[in-house]
C-alpha cells in the first residue's frame, strides 16, 4: 500500500470517528433533562394532568375539605359523576353554596386528585323566606 493511500484511509477513519462522536453527542444533548426525568420520578404537580370540571356543587364538607359535586362527562377522562373532591385551597369553600354551577380544573397526579381554580358560573339562587 502506497503512503497516500494509507494516509487517505487513515483520515477516512478519523473523520469517521469524528462524525460518529459528533451524532452521539447531539443524541445525548436532545434527550430528556436530568431535572424533567427527576420531576418526574417524584411525581411534581408539572407531571399533573389537568381536565376542565363543570358541574353543579351538591354539598361542601369545610372540616375535610372537600365537597361534592355532579359533575358533566369530560371526553376521555369520566363519565357524568357525583363524586366528592378535594380542594387545595380551603378558603374557596366559604364562597360556595349548593346548587351553585361551578367550573374548575381537576389535577390527577400520583397523590390523587383535587380541585384548583374553581370558579362560580351561576350562583343559586337563594330560597325566599317564608312568612
Partial sequence: ?????????????????????????????????????????????????????????????????SMNVDGDAIPGFMAAMTMPYQVKDAS????????????AEIVVGNEGAYLENIAVTQKTSSPKPTE
Avoid: E
Wanted: charge should be positive; proline fraction near 5%; include cysteine.
Fill in 92 to 103: 374557596v369553600l366559604g364562597k360556595l353554596s349548593p346548587g351553585d354551577q361551578i367550573k
Fill in 1 to 65: 500500500m502506497s503512503p497516500s493511500l494509507a494516509l487517505k484511509r487513515a483520515m477516512q477513519t478519523t473523520m469517521l470517528s469524528v462524525i460518529a462522536l459528533v451524532c452521539l453527542g447531539t443524541l445525548t444533548a436532545c434527550g430528556p433533562s436530568r431535572s424533567a426525568k427527576q420531576a418526574a420520578a417524584k411525581g411534581d404537580d408539572n407531571a399533573a394532568k389537568r381536565y376542565i370540571l363543570t358541574g353543579r356543587v351538591v354539598s361542601i364538607d369545610k372540616p375535610t375539605q
